[in-house]
DNA sequence: CAATTATACCTAAGAGTTTTAGGTATTCCA
DNA sequence: TGGAATACCTAAAACTCTTAGGTATAATTG
């Protein structure tokens, strides 16, 4: 697995699009799912992946749903209205930001048209 | 310009790949170049900037040479033999992250084929 | 059937990177 | 001549993530 530095400021993404594609996601379906989505090369860990939803929560963009399977609680996360909005935004962000670094990291790719 | 939370991590990717264009930069020049290449979408401030060069001469990454320009000093870096491996490794590094972000984003391009 | 693994949630301390907000000094240009 | 641009730098604070725990239930397996 790569080095985890380049997944900061990536998390809020991934999970609001994650959200926005699957409607309803718990904690931990959102940290497999991205494990096995992508072969084991992107792993979001735990300890950051319950305080960025909780405050994905507080700031309105997700509302929560608890569901218990027998004596196990899960909590489903949804987005608001809100949260639909910021998921266009987000996407559009790292969308304009991939760009901006295929221009710095391959200038000739963008001049002679070659795709990757 | 969008959210800097995005350049996190990608800092040290850019430095090497221009200095491997460019063969030689001082920081000023670098982050003016980002800059004007990105129409003013990316910007790296200098208090990153500094700092991070530094540390990559320190790892041996980097090399530098001074140069005067009447009394006003700028300071070139360039890759080591070690500097070149490096930004190969995280040039690819990037590739990997970049696809994968893209596989969880849109995963039905990446199913039926259709590019972006 | 006991122990390990998987599921499912959570938090707090620390590490690491970047921003903010300064500082110094030279050169150009209006 | 005074502001903008060039050119370097650092320290404190902010922010995000990792590490390293903790609790508890359910399933698997030796």
Do not use: C, W
């Not at 994905?56 to 899960?74: P, Y």
Request: charged share 30%; aromatic share 10%; glycine share 8%.
């Amino acid at each position: 697995m790569f080095s985890k530095e380049l997944l900061k400021g990536t998390l809020k993404t991934i999970i609001l699009r994650l959200l926005d594609e699957q409607g309803k996601m718990y904690g931990y379906e959102i940290s497999q799912f991205v494990k096995n989505m992508t072969d084991g090369k992107l792993e979001l860990t735990e300890g950051a992946l319950y305080p960025t939803l909780h405050k994905l929560e507080s700031e309105g963009l997700l509302k929560t749903e608890k569901v218990f399977i027998g004596k196990r609680a899960r909590k489903y996360y949804s987005l608001t209205p809100a949260g639909n909005k910021e998921t266009i935004s987000k996407i559009k962000e790292f969308q304009e930001f991939a760009a901006a670094m295929q221009m710095i990291l391959f200038p000739k790719a963008n001049l002679d048209g070659r795709i990757k």
